[in-house]
């Protein structure tokens, strides 16, 4: 059972060196972080989580604010240590992921020992979300980016064949009249995964329906953009079949990003359609609709 304790009667006071604490000891992660998000591909999105994330608590304040009114847990100070022991293991091991994964955990320890366990499963979505600003480690994305280009390469050679383009492929290179595209780890669709990914799960947890229609539209995320990649690579095998390896290679490196995303958003907002989802609402009306019958 949860140790309850007594909340600090200078709570803001509190709040107020804790953050201050925080900022000096996570000062060197956030800049780390801020770097990636601007040099790593599928990392940019990271500026966003944290305003969203805000936002969404927003959203909720309601059954945030009335949770907190019933006391803290001492639980948080253990998921301190936890966290602490990251960021030491990160900076001693020279793990790159760990610091940016503690600033987080830290950050769900601290809602938990000062409100409490109502007020994390209250803010579950929020602190959640949080975890899509943290980079993710360059084994895993090494791991995953090779069966995507694979995935890629296979399907966009087949859908092509099916549109009647003469096209052949030798692994992850497709070759289309005199133009060989080789789908390579930023084409893998990589970077559209994660973002996405996010996304998804922002508008699955904001739309109205059914949660498991709601966890349904949330996993449909990943073959959505796998689908919407390979689109994209058939759509510069046609451009290099009719106008030129040149325009191919404008095209791949101009507005295909852009492209892959609005496909992959098109094709999610249609599933969340298709299943029945309704329009994004605050937290009180989504409450009403989640209400059972």
């Known amino acids: 059972m949860a140790v309850a304790i ?16 925080g900022l000096w000891l996570y000062a060197p992660v956030l800049v780390e972080m801020a770097r990636a998000w601007m040099t790593q591909d599928n990392a940019s999105h990271g500026f966003l989580v944290a305003p969203i994330a805000a936002y969404v608590a927003w959203l909720n304040r309601g059954g945030i604010t009335q949770a907190y009114q019933r006391g803290a847990t001492a639980a948080g ?13 990160g900076r001693w091991l020279e793990v790159e992921f760990l610091p940016p994964l503690s600033l987080v955990v830290m950050v769900g ?18 602190y959640a979300f949080l975890f899509f600003m943290v980079p993710w480690p360059d084994l895993l994305v090494e791991f995953i980016s090779f069966p995507m280009q694979l995935f890629s390469a296979k399907y966009a050679t087949m859908l092509a064949g099916l549109l009647g383009l003469s096209v ?34 922002l508008v699955a947890y904001l739309s109205r ?21 390979v689109v994209r690579i058939v759509v510069i095998l046609f451009i290099a079949a009719f106008a030129g390896a040149e325009a191919a290679e404008g095209f791949l490196h101009g507005a295909s990003g852009v492209v892959v995303f609005a496909l992959a958003l098109a094709g999610l907002l249609l599933l969340g359609r298709a299943l029945g989802l309704r329009g994004i609402v605050g937290s009180k009306a989504r409450g009403a609709a989640d209400a059972p019958a």
Do not use: E
């Open 6 to 21: 007594t909340r600090p009667k200078a709570l803001p006071v509190s709040l107020a060196a804790l953050a201050a604490a």
């Open 168 to 201: 052949s492929r030798s692994g992850v290179d497709i070759h289309v009249a005199d133009y060989t595209f080789s789908v390579g780890a930023p084409c893998s669709g990589m970077k559209t995964l994660v973002a996405l990914l996010a996304l998804t799960a």
């Open 209 to 229: 329906g059914p949660t498991w229609k709601r966890w349904a539209l949330f996993a449909a995320g990943a073959p959505v953009a796998l689908l919407a990649n």
């Open 109 to 126: 320890a601290q809602v938990l020992y000062f409100g409490g366990w109502r007020v994390l499963r209250a803010a579950a979505f929020p």
């Open 77 to 89: 100070l253990a998921w301190a240590v936890v966290a602490a022991l990251m960021y030491v293991g």
